[in-house]
């Protein structure tokens, strides 16, 4: 871990892909069925931007990308608001040591999730068990502008009555460490070689980062 300190944090603010769940495959999985339904050639895998758009953009913003000059952009998005994000929970799996850390901070801090998914995030807190540990959650479909501007963290400040550095973004994403710089809040690069405030491997570490203790503690 490479801190370089911090006092007064009282918020800590989670991206959900790459973050809180490693789901690469099922969002693959989700745009490859879009994708079938309408005709498209198959995702490339070895198409690294590609791979990087879907994990990472709101599901608008993807789309838009992968029905460029297509007239069905719409039809499109249409049919991935109708898909039922259950089918894909077999390819969802939470980060070791996630819930642990979820269940020694939330008593100590707010917790908020700050996510460019639309319609599906709260269905994965309460089916994984994790709603309880949120006050606030944000998705891309709550605001005008998803990351990577600063809109969906400023939302979440205000709805804390926070200052910007009183938070701390994790995230694994260029998109979470622009978003998280235009809005002032210190970001926390988890497994990602980017820009940061503090750099994690476990999730365990952001509990000693803000505490001092460990689970033991």
């Known amino acids: 871990m490479t801190v370089r300190g911090l006092n007064g944090c009282t918020t800590v603010i ?15 999985a ?10 498209k050639p198959p995702l490339d895998r070895n198409n690294l931007e590609t791979m990087h758009l879907l994990h ?6 993807v789309l838009a990308q992968l029905f460029c000059n297509d007239s069905r952009e719409a039809d499109a998005l249409r049919f991935a608001a109708a898909i039922d994000y259950r089918e894909l929970l077999p390819f969802m799996h939470l980060e ?8 020694a901070l939330h008593t100590r801090v707010n917790l908020a999730v700050c996510t460019n998914r639309t319609s599906s995030m709260e269905m994965l807190l ?3 068990g994790l709603a309880q540990y949120f006050g606030f959650v944000m998705t891309a479909a709550k605001v005008a502008n998803p990351k990577p501007h600063p809109e969906p963290l400023l939302k979440i400040l205000d709805h804390f009555r926070i200052a910007p550095d009183e938070a701390l973004f994790v995230g ?4 979470d460490q622009r978003s998280a710089e235009s809005a002032g809040v210190p970001f926390v690069a988890y497994r990602a070689d980017l820009p940061c405030f503090a750099r994690i491997e476990r999730h365990s570490e952001i509990l000693k980062l803000i505490t001092g203790s460990d689970f033991s503690a």
């Open 14 to 28: 989670y991206d959900c892909d790459g973050v809180m769940f490693e789901s690469f495959e099922a969002n693959v």
């Open 30 to 39: 989700f745009y490859s069925k879009v994708l079938a339904a309408f005709g």
């Open 56 to 61: 990472t953009y709101s599901s608008k913003d």
């Open 96 to 103: 070791e040591e996630f819930v642990e850390t979820l269940q």
């Open 126 to 128: 309460d089916d994984f």
């Open 172 to 175: 694994d994403s260029e998109l």
